[in-house]
């Protein structure tokens, strides 16, 4: 930290050296630097920034430095400015270094410092002076153990410029120990993109640290910068990003509102309406509006209103604006999603946050709605929003309320019957009731090309022995019901071979395991339990009989919390099937990986299993 206008300046320096040993790693040659400002005009500034790529070329090292007209700003929100570039010349075998300075006057943005990433690192240092009136909270993830990790007091002289009125100044020094704290990691494995992962940020090796109070000695006095929820709903309510119109008469919407509510008998009635309102009429800016602009609101919402389209925030805060005018308690929610990492629960710390719903209480009875997603159901929230703990906003009574994976199950049945007609010839039909998840993924498939486009994709997918008849989905347009997928169809008249081979599940297997990995270094997320029951009822076709077919099984996971179940038999003339896949839970720590890995590989292999048919002789 340096010192500013007569007061203290976060200075942060990084350097950084990279060895580029193949195409793949030319895109750690992009750099992007993230610039904090505020509405008053402080700024945090970019220093010093230098960069040379080193090639060598012909037994001859040549360096190409950065060119500063390269580097650009892009906007990215109201508060943060991005400084964009490339590193020059990088091919294989390339070495570039990088260095630069930010300069902040902000003392709550003390860097945070991530030792784990994409990419191997050799060397990972991180070192922090912290003069003595400022009291951080060090927050740390990952894998903590460290190469060096040193703590040291450094005592210092400090010049303090008070200012006692409108040109006046007195200046005085004060002294006191800094605490200097130095990491270092060594030969640092990269983090992989696995599946069913949240996000990696939420398991790098990182350290982070939070602006706690400030005070020179324990005889001076106390400023606290970390808030109570009580506080920081207080601010977000009188923001006028957020919840400043919320409490206005906002008569520009009488109108409209009178008519969306007309003929309800209940306060439930009327939240429907108005929630059914503005998710079928509005639309959401951008695929993912809320990654930019976080929990703000950047347009008013009687702009929102009249444009009839907005981001995530300003959709759900007018939801929120039209309950109140129409009399129901409601207030906004703030929470991080799947792909935004796991906000802290300890400390309101707003940036950890980048998503806004509502919350109505109609009858006192506590419903969580968002408008932005044209397919949710009523008191439906997309998987993403399963993350952990969100926060409503009311200065009265701020409430965390937690939304975890293990409250939502994904429930799908599907059934197949094949019959022999009086030729002997197979046909037969398929229905499939999908659960809410899956069914919100093929309402969104359908709005992006058409049902037609979707019948032909399950043609194809039938291949050429069968022919796909009467196909029809329930509940396209009826959002608080699961899809129902069904169609008949027409199968090849078996041939005269000796010996048919077929396939029980008929395509609903798992066809590979989805965790392919031999060793994983963070725990396994899926988003919802999973309980799905697959249904076989068939004739066996004339002129053959079963000669072979797989034992029926039954495996649970880890006692009480999963179980797959393979159960079929053979009638004089027909089979029976049922196959059911249950877990749950729908965390599973890193320890259990293998466990979770092998009992899906039994899954794959039993569901690949045939049964094999002989000729009556």
Known sequence: ???????????????????INNKNGFDIGSRQISLYHDKDGNAEKLTSLKGSTFNLENGVITETKLDEKSVYNEKFNNNYDHRKFALPALKAGSIFDLEYTVKSPFDFLLQPWEFQGEYPCLWSEYEVTIPPPFHYVMLQQGDQHFDINTTKGIYSNFSIQEETGASNTNMYNVSGTSAQQRWVKKNVPSLHE?????TLENYNSRVAFQLNYFQWSKESDRHDHLNTWSATSKTLMEDENFGLA??????WMTDVLNGVIQGSNTDEEKVRNIYNYLRDNFNTVGKEGYAKEGIWALSSLKDVFKKKEGNVAEINLLLTAMLRKAGIKADPMILSTRDHGVANTSYPLINEYNYVICVAYPGNKMVTLDASQPFNGFGQLPVSCYNGWGHIINEENPQAVNFSADSIRETSVTSVMIMNDEKGIPSGSFKAVLGKSESFNIRQEIRNSSE???????QTGEGSDKVVENFGIDSLNKIDFPVTVHYDFDMKSPSSADVLYFDPMQGENYKTNPFKSMERRYPVEIPYLIDETYLLNMDIPAGYQVDEMPKSVRVNYNGSEGLFEYLIQKGESNLQMRVHLKLNKAFFPVEEYSTLRDFFAYVVKKEDEQIVFKKIR
């Not at 696995?194 to 949240?198: I, V």
């Not at 919320?246 to 008569?251: P, S």
């Open 1 to 19: 930290m340096g010192n500013n206008k007569g007061f203290f300046t976060l200075v942060f320096t990084r350097f950084i050296r990279v060895k």
């Open 194 to 198: 696995e599946p069913y992962t949240t």
């Open 246 to 251: 919320l409490n206005h008469e906002n008569m």
């Open 452 to 458: 037609k486009d979707y019948e032909k994709k399950i």
